[in-house]
């Protein structure tokens, strides 16, 4: 059973670390712990998917030692990520104020979903009414041709 969970564990390892490198690491605990609030806040720009405690790539880095350079020259968290949008811009936040310039992006989600449901409110009472489903009879001429086709 240990075995098990040691292969477990080792499986999931590389899951459960950061890139932060251990020369990155601020001394003071309390201004780590800031330092690891904003980067998970902040988007790395080529991973895009990562944030940049996640990410090894090298643009990362850069975002982690500028989060501490800014953290160390006395910057409140709002400041450090006002800084960073103002160099690289709304994209890397992972969570970007509703604003102007991004309203479709923030409306489109829930407008698709209303726009589905609608559609499949309206294929559901279509389908349920009985009299648009039945065939409708046949004419006398119909009947009598259908009766022929039968005898032959």
């Given at each position: 059973?240990?075995?098990?969970?040691?292969?477990?564990?080792?499986?999931l390892?590389?899951?459960?670390?950061?890139?932060?490198?251990?020369?990155?690491?601020?001394?003071?605990?309390?201004?780590?712990?800031?330092?690891?609030?904003?980067?998970?806040?902040?988007?790395?720009?080529?991973?895009?998917?990562?944030?940049?405690?996640?990410?090894?790539?090298?643009?990362?880095?850069?975002?982690?030692?500028?989060?501490?350079?800014?953290?160390?020259?006395?910057?409140?968290?709002a400041?450090?990520?006002?800084f960073?949008?103002?160099?690289?811009?709304?994209?890397?936040?992972?969570?970007?104020p509703?604003?102007?310039?991004?309203a479709?992006?923030?409306?489109s989600g829930?407008?698709?979903?209303?726009?589905?449901?609608?559609?499949?409110?309206?294929?559901?009472?279509?389908?349920?009414?009985?009299?648009?489903?039945?065939?409708?009879?046949?004419?006398?001429?119909?009947?009598?041709?259908?009766?022929?086709?039968?005898?032959?």
């Amino acid at each position: 059973m240990r075995a098990i969970l040691l292969a477990v564990l080792l499986c999931l390892y590389p899951v459960l670390t950061f890139a932060v490198q251990p020369d990155e690491v601020l001394d003071d605990p309390a201004l780590e712990a800031r330092a690891r609030e904003i980067s998970r806040e902040l988007r790395c720009v080529v991973c895009q998917s990562e944030n940049i405690d996640e990410s090894n790539a090298d643009i990362a880095r850069d975002l982690r030692l500028l989060v501490r350079e800014r953290i160390l020259a006395g910057d409140s968290n709002a400041e450090t990520l006002s800084f960073i949008v103002d160099r690289y811009g709304e994209y890397v936040l992972f969570r970007p104020p509703f604003s102007a310039r991004n309203a479709l992006l923030w409306l489109s989600g829930p407008l698709l979903l209303l726009i589905g449901a609608g559609m499949a409110f309206a294929v559901i009472r279509r389908g349920s009414n009985p009299a648009e489903a039945a065939p409708a009879p046949l004419s006398p001429e119909e009947q009598r041709r259908v009766e022929s086709l039968m005898r032959e």
